[in-house]
């Protein structure tokens, strides 16, 4: 990813239990911190030696020590970007005492910026009324579209860029997908609704429908979804999650691929969210801030 010049790195620090931010301090050995743009997601937990403790707190006065274990697992002196992954935190503790417990690790300078995580908008005003947030990470892609009625232009109306994730829906907009394929009993993917066997045919019927504009382009069906998440604004910041690095150099393609307004309607009239069949999480998750 470094070598083809991709810079934003997006962890969280319940990944592996801080494991994944271990592998990042590997990976950025010799490389200058400023080429480097790091994001990371806390949940209000300690994690110490790929353990996690159960109990979450993320009142003002440990978010600090949060955010200190993470820069030692990381090996860095700041983060770019720090945002409280919002599905893990406690809903007792108001969305301004978070932001502004980050807020004056901003001022001490082992933060540069602040994020939210899948919150609505009223959590998105006030949080921004205490700092003003950089950027609102929620799922994004043709297979959910629902931001696009009030959180994507509450957005734009702050000045907030959207971290869009989930742009290939968990792989289902890959192209590569078959509704033969079976998944392990650790895949979180075997309980989603949208991969059941009722919903899976019809899903994957309307990825079919994108076959021939990703063949008349001579690209593939990855590089089309990804393309047209990208087409939404220079506001819109695309997630890739890679597993192996012919998935990376495919998301990279659709940099270069230009889309046409007309290409876009044929895109969007081919997927049309509201024939997506079931959700991705076999239970709604919470939005602890509305």
């Known amino acids: 990813a470094l070598e083809e010049g991709i810079t934003l790195f997006d962890t969280g620090d319940f990944y592996g239990d801080g494991h994944n931010e271990l592998l990042l ?12 743009f790091i994001s990371v997601k806390f949940d209000g937990k300690l994690h110490s030696q790929g353990k ?21 697992r990381l090996g860095v002196e700041y983060i770019d970007l720090y945002q409280p992954g919002t599905a893990c935190i406690d809903p007792s503790v108001p969305i301004e005492e978070t932001v502004g417990a980050i807020a004056d690790m901003v001022k001490k300078g082992y933060v540069r ?31 959910n579209r629902s931001i696009e009625s009030n959180i994507l232009p509450t957005l734009r109306k702050l000045g907030i860029s959207l971290s869009a994730y989930g742009v290939l829906s968990r792989g289902l907009l ?17 309980n989603g609704p949208r991969f059941t066997n009722e919903n899976i045919e019809k899903n994957l019927a309307l990825v079919e429908a994108l076959h ?58 081919a997927v049309p969210p509201e024939l997506v069949a079931g959700e991705y999480y076999p239970i709604p998750r919470k939005k602890w801030f509305i």
């Open 174 to 190: 890959s192209g590569t997908w078959s509704k033969d394929r079976v998944l392990g009993l650790n895949d979180k993917r075997s």
């Open 52 to 72: 996690s403790h159960p109990k979450s707190d993320n009142h003002p006065n440990t978010v600090k020590n949060f955010l200190e274990d993470t820069l030692l």
């Open 113 to 143: 910026y602040i994020g939210l995580s899948e919150v609505g908008v009223d959590t998105i005003r006030r949080a921004h009324t205490v700092h003003p947030i950089s950027w609102l990470q929620m799922e994004y892609s043709l297979f």
């Open 25 to 36: 301090r590997e990976a950025f050995q010799g490389i200058q911190r400023e080429n480097v």
């Open 212 to 269: 021939e504009i990703a063949e008349e382009k001579q690209v593939t069906i990855a590089q089309i979804s990804i393309a047209w998440a990208l087409s939404k604004g220079e506001d819109v910041i695309p997630l890739i999650g890679a597993r192996k690095q012919s998935q990376l150099h495919d998301a990279i393609g659709a940099v270069e691929l230009n889309l046409s307004s007309s290409d876009l309607l044929r895109i969007e009239k």
